[in-house]
Nanobody
């Protein structure tokens, strides 16, 4: 059974940093593109960062470019999202997603709240 388990969410002040992790179980992790999505209250889920299976390429939404960094460790079956210079509008539930062709899996999400 495939499981994606996010961790690292919490409360942080504006301008602060937070690191998220997503551990994958039950799939050939190195074969999957990994993505981070987020969903803010009252808004649709949006793709914010992605990384190719071999970590050869990354992409970011304009809203987080230059502030967030996605990375992965295929030996640990884990994908990371380092978030710097956080803003109140970054408040959301952050979801990990694994994708390969038509296969797709989601974690349950971790809440990030940016507030003073």
């Amino acid at each position: 059974q495939v499981q994606l388990v996010e961790s690292g969410g919490g409360l942080v002040q504006p301008g602060g940093s937070l690191g998220l992790s997503c551990a994958a179980f039950g799939l050939t992790f190195s074969s999957y593109r990994m993505n981070w999505y987020r969903q803010a209250p009252g808004k649709e889920r949006e793709l914010i960062a992605g990384i190719s299976s071999a970590a050869g390429s990354t992409n970011y939404a304009d809203s987080v470019k230059g502030r967030f960094t996605i990375s992965r460790d295929n030996a640990k079956n884990t994908v990371y999202l380092q978030m710097n210079s956080l803003k109140p509008e970054d408040t959301a539930v952050y979801y990990c997603n694994a994708r390969r062709y038509t296969d797709g899996y989601w974690g349950k999400g971790t809440l990030v709240t940016v507030s003073s």
